[in-house]
């Protein structure tokens, strides 16, 4: 591939279109092009390097940073606070109930050490 900064007439670009990989406008009188092959270049043509050319690119910069890579939580971790939050929310039910818990809700509070009563977590 080879890089040239060229002229533009009236949207047209003063190239062999057959050889064009990829051209970026600058201005209404100017672009960049990738040419394919060995075209022969034209007088007014400007050689420029494939980095050159890949700083035309919108957003496309060597100057730009990659996005940083979003750290997910483990299967483990996850698993650890959604049963905290459960036990968060069976200890929470069971302080609000009146009447004696559920028997799952007991079983559960049970497993952790914990009666349950008509007032609630005893």
């Known amino acids: 591939?080879?890089?040239?900064?060229?002229?533009?007439?009236?949207?047209?670009?003063?190239?062999d279109y057959s050889n064009l990989a990829e051209g970026i406008t600058l201005s209404e009188t100017e672009a960049v092009v990738?040419?394919?092959?060995?075209?022969e270049p034209r007088e007014g043509w400007?050689?420029?390097?494939?980095?050159?050319?890949?700083?035309?690119r919108p957003g496309k910069t060597e100057e730009?940073?990659?996005?940083p890579e979003e750290v997910?939580?483990?299967?483990?971790?996850?698993?650890?606070?959604?049963?905290?939050?459960?036990?968060?929310?069976?200890?929470?039910?069971?302080?609000?109930?009146?009447?004696?818990a559920p028997p799952d809700l007991q079983a559960a509070l049970r497993a952790e050490g914990r009666e349950v009563g008509r007032r609630g977590v005893l």
Do not use: H
């Open 72 to 100: 997910l939580p483990s299967a483990e971790e996850l698993l650890t606070k959604i049963s905290d939050q459960n036990i968060i929310i069976m200890e929470a039910l069971a302080t609000m109930m009146q009447d004696d």
């Open 34 to 39: 990738a040419m394919r092959g060995n075209p």
């Open 1 to 15: 591939m080879q890089y040239y900064k060229v002229a533009m007439t009236n949207g047209t670009l003063d190239i």
């Open 64 to 67: 730009s940073e990659p996005e």
């Open 46 to 56: 400007v050689a420029i390097t494939e980095e050159e050319f890949v700083q035309y």
